[in-house]
């Protein structure tokens, strides 16, 4: 294994989010040693194809006869361009494979995603277990191309394919004591390099929320897949979170719990610098992270030569739909 000396990481290599770890004397040594080992197949794609020889994630079979059985609409997508798959699946933020944007398409090759089953808990009539395919299959699958804006400020048009969360989460019958709702990822250190890690890094499992009007909102939104296949397992596969008006760290990977509660949760990345990263994380040019503006973002992909700034908009370009959601409220103290 490649141990990385914290003398030989490039300043270039270290992102504000994990900057804030590294001054934690976090450090992160993990090379992967799973080369690319996904099932690739030649698939008629209903979205944009992809370039030869990268790997394709079909998923499980029920996964893949839904897809081709037709994914609907483009309702609240974007026409911008879509990011050239191999900067989608080769750019990510999953710390619990690493905080390098290569780790994770390095180390979550082998991560098991099938089979896959969410616990449903707080308050709702109808909590338990239930396995993906109970989950998803009874709806129609949709595609939405949004813009992901993350808190570095850095972004990517992605095309997602799921379903609305409002119509995930209404099935459970939350009760009227429910006034938010958690998200869980997947906490198996097994699997994991980067819940392994000696050195502290964040605390796991890795936990976001919403409240309840945010995930009943239609723009909020489960993904299953991507680029018109399954989601790639450093993209957050089975399950994910697509949140397009808020930070990607809202945007919780691989979920394995659904939690309805009466007190605002903690959560991940407020628990670990809350003068930072704020709970409700809407996108915002007008309040400055700390360390850095928001005011413009580097819509990917971009280059030393080709930059590609760009202005970022409230709400990611979204407050018509969702910025009545928060009229009542001063957003630069409910960050
Ligand atoms: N479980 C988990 N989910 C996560 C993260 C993470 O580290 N762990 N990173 C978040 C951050 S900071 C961003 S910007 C997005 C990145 O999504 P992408 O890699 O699919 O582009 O995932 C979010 N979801
Ligand atoms: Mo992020």
């Known amino acids: 294994m490649l141990i990385k000396k914290p003398d030989l990481i490039r300043p270039s290599e270290i992102t504000p989010q994990s900057a804030y770890l590294n001054r934690r004397q976090f450090m992160q040594g993990l090379a992967g040693t799973a080369a690319f080992a996904a099932s690739a197949s030649a698939l008629a794609l209903p979205v944009p194809q992809f370039d030869k020889g990268l790997p394709v994630y079909t998923g499980p079979d029920w996964l893949q006869q839904q897809l081709r059985a037709g994914v609907s609409n483009k309702a609240l997508s974007t026409d911008e361009k879509i990011a050239p798959y191999q900067h989608a699946i080769r750019h990510n933020n999953f710390y619990e494979f690493g905080t390098g944007k290569g780790d994770p398409a390095k180390n979550a090759q082998d991560f098991i995603t099938d089979p896959w089953s969410v616990q449903v808990s707080g308050e709702v009539n109808r909590p338990g277990t239930i396995g993906l395919e ?9 595609e939405r191309i949004v813009r992901l804006r993350c808190v570095e400020a850095w972004s990517m048009v992605l095309p997602f394919v799921g379903v609305s969360l409002a119509t995930l989460l209404k099935q459970f019958e939350p009760t009227s004591k429910a006034k938010y709702v958690e998200f869980t ?5 097994k699997q994991m390099p980067g819940q392994r890690s000696v050195f502290s890094s964040l605390d796991w499992p890795y936990v976001e929320a919403l409240r309840m009007d945010e995930a009943m909102h239609p723009l909020a939104f489960m993904a299953v897949g991507m680029y018109g296949n399954a989601l790639p397992p450093q993209n957050g596969a089975p399950l994910r979170l697509v949140l397009p008006w808020k930070y990607g760290f809202k945007w919780v990977k691989s979920i394995v719990g659904i939690r ?37 973002e580097r819509r990917l992909p971009s280059s030393l ?3 590609n700034i760009i202005d970022t908009q409230p709400f990611n370009g979204y407050g018509d739909e969702v910025a009545h959601l928060y009229s009542d409220m001063d957003l630069k103290k409910w960050f």
Do not use: C
């Open 185 to 189: 990822t997947l906490n198996d250190p």
């Open 134 to 142: 109970d989950l998803i299959k009874p709806h129609q699958l949709e």
């Open 260 to 296: 309805f509660t009466e007190n605002m949760p903690a959560t991940t990345w407020n628990k670990m610098a809350a003068q930072e990263y704020g709970f409700f994380a809407n996108v915002n040019p007008a309040v400055s992270h700390p360390r850095w503006s928001q005011a413009t």
């Open 305 to 307: 030569f080709r930059p």
